[in-house]
């Protein structure tokens, strides 16, 4: 396999022989690095971590570093990433604590840009972009699809649905409706469907005017979310999309963003 002669890469790691370690990578145990992933120089990674296939990793980006919470007692924990993701310069990927199940997941597809922070016990689902800086504080749930504009900053515990969009230097400290477009200059507010990502997507303009409408009783009312919840149904042509939005609220712990 192509490693340069610069990198230090401990005999227990498991490296595919097509992938490739660029110059002054440090590659510790119990790392697996899947087949054509290439780590193109001055990339810290410790194990136990599991790498995919297809993968590319920027210059200077650390994986699987112990978390910076203060509960974190140096017990056993993972770090996994998928397939065919795009890893930028200076990210950082925390592994896991026992307060959240031990493991920090990236999926694939998903593109992390330059210096974002992806915290212990994060779980990032597929097809998902995170702009320059994004911070993602511990045990957040990114769905699929969702993107996150740059410096936005994620709280603890919160979860971003799937097809959001959620515009740059945002603050979010509760969880972001799917669907949405979310911009939070100082305060969050929802401003309707995402509709630009939907329609990339293929959803029908019949789902997006649904959505549309549910997000206006939902945020600009005046009704409490039960009682716009059944304006809703009453209202809004249901569907698939519509459901999955009351199931994201129903199940949110922290509230959602309105």
Known sequence: MPIH????????????????????????????????????????????????????FYPFSSIGVASQDLKYRGERAETRIGDRNKIREFVTIHRGTEGGGLVTRVGNDNLLMAYVHVAHDVTIGNHTIAANGVTFGGHVVVEDYAGIGAFTG??????????????????????????????????????????????????????????????????????????????????????????ELFAFIRSSERGVIK
């Open 154 to 243: 994620v709280h603890q515990f919160c979860r971003i649905g799937r097809h959001s969009y959620i515009g740059g230097y945002s603050v979010i400290t509760q969880d972001v409706m799917p669907f949405s477009l979310t911009v939070s200059p100082r305060e969050p507010k929802v401003f309707g469907a995402n509709r630009t990502g939907l329609e990339r997507r293929g959803f029908s303009n019949e789902s997006i005017e649904a959505l549309q409408t549910a997000f206006r009783l939902l945020t600009r009312s005046g009704l409490n979310t039960s009682q716009a919840i059944e304006r809703i149904r009453a209202e809004v042509p249901p569907g698939p999309e519509i459901e």
């Open 5 to 56: 002669p610069t990198a230090i890469v401990d005999p227990r790691a498991r490296i595919h022989e097509s992938a490739e370690i660029g110059p002054y990578c440090i590659i510790g145990p119990e790392v697996e690095i899947g087949a054509r992933t290439r780590l193109m120089g001055h990339l810290y990674i410790e194990g136990p971590t599991w790498i995919g296939e297809d993968n590319i």
